[in-house]
């Protein structure tokens, strides 16, 4: 008999792409896994999956399971999140996955703001940069995603099927030593950064900085990368090398001896709230929408030192 749990392990199946990762992901063992595999394979009468070196790829009958998977895995979280809301109306526990800078510079206003509204609502907070933010949604690991893009136009599969409501603009400044040549200009161009050692950030920031630098004319030469923002500005500081960073993650602090400066020409992340169309519905999930949108209405303070 088909049961949750083996929806949920073939979702992650999938994304992890070998048991081994699904087993991590679920807290069991990969032979746990293997077995679960084999006994649905038995069940339906076919493969479902087949080796490929050290990943596994879904066969035509377990890739139409998988579709169906995905679908009953959201269909569950809406029905729970539903249900609890009809119990409570505006009561209840809003689950949040959110990108670090995110978290450490609007969830707390936006909690603020929903207990003082609506005392009876509660959220929960797991941090986690898009795209695998995203995912956690789709396997039903929370109700509201707060990510962000950047411009180039490149597909997000992964936002397909979900509701998006764009919030703010982030500005992206270059982030130097406060000693730099460069430090007391009004501007940088980018282009003048093109013989520096660069500090990469995330995975999908480094792909908009090379494409960026790209269109200035030059390959960055990125000789650290970490998506810690404060590891970032202590490798600037250190003079290991240059940085674009989004001004949102110098709101919640920045070091004395690093400095900000806006870039030419201008760049800037797109920030959302994300969650799926049917939950839109929820009231608690509403309140929680709402207070993400009246929050980023405002200008975000950043440290003064940068």
Known sequence: MLELRHLRMLYEVARAGSFSGAARELGYTQPAISQQMRALERAFGTP????????????????????????????????????????????????????????????????????????????????????????????????VVLGFSYPEGRDEPEASGLLRMPLMSDPLVALLPAGHHLAQRRVVHLAELAG???????????????????????????????????????????????SVTPRLMLAAACRPDVVARPLEP??????SAFTWPDLVRVPTVRIVLDAFRDVTSAPIPTAQVC
Do not use: K, N
């Open 48 to 143: 479902l999956v087949v080796r490929e070196g050290r990943r596994v790829v879904f066969t035509e009958a377990g890739a139409e399971l998988l579709r169906h998977a995905e679908d009953l895995l959201h269909r569950v979280t809406v029905a729970q999140t539903t249900v609890a809301a009809v119990a409570g109306r505006h009561t209840g526990r809003v689950r949040l996955t959110v990108f670090p800078s995110g978290s450490a510079t609007l969830v707390p206003p936006v909690a603020a703001l929903v207990r003082s509204r609506h005392p009876a609502v509660s959220l929960s907070l797991a941090e986690g940069e898009p795209p695998d933010s995203l995912h956690t949604m789709r396997s039903g690991g929370c109700d």
């Open 196 to 242: 520096e050692a660069w500090i990469g950030g995330c995975p999908r920031c480094r792909g908009h900085l090379v494409d960026a630098c790209a269109t200035a004319g030059f390959t960055p030469d990125i000789t650290f990368a970490t998506d810690d923002t404060l590891a970032v500005q202590g490798l600037v500081a250190a003079g290991l090398g240059v």
């Open 266 to 271: 201008a760049m800037h992340r797109s920030i």
